[in-house]
Nanobody, 124 residues
Framework: VQLQASGGGLVQTGGSLRVSCAVS????????MGWFRQAPGKEREFVAA????????YYADSVQGRFTISKDNAKNMVHLQMNSLKPEDTAVYYC??????????????????WGRGTLVTVSS
């Protein structure tokens, strides 16, 4: 699976931004699509996940209620709508795919296909 993230940029605290991921290549099938982020000097962390062939979602506590992951299977796109952004949301955001039957809470090691990230900067 080839993944290409886009849509990052600069936004003020409290603002909104949507990042998107174009999915191509072999099908993700029953697997997961996830968003991760990595802030400067920090480890990559999980943000949100959704089943490619379903609608169940799972979020990190830090973004629950503010971020929404969605997908458009017809357009092979996965989106992450980010509202009420905070400076601590500043990071490079990556989309990733975990093929096969996985729990929504699958570890990062389950994600084998990664796109190049897109930078989101939230100014205070």
């Amino acid at each position: 699976v080839q993944l290409q993230a886009s849509g990052g940029g600069l936004v003020q605290t409290g603002g909104s931004l949507r990042v998107s991921c174009a999915v191509s290549g072999r099908t993700v099938g029953a697997g997961l699509m996830g968003w991760f982020r990595q802030a400067p000097g920090k480890e990559r962390e999980f943000v949100a996940a959704i089943y490619w062939n379903g609608y169940s979602t799972y979020y990190a506590d830090s973004v629950q209620g503010r971020f929404t992951i969605s997908k458009d299977n017809a357009k092979n796109m996965v989106h992450l709508q980010m509202n009420s952004l905070k400076p601590e949301d500043t990071a490079v955001y990556y989309c990733a795919a975990a093929p096969g039957h996985r729990a929504l809470q699958a570890p990062v090691s389950a994600y084998i296909d990664w796109g190049r990230g897109t930078l989101v900067t939230v100014s205070s």
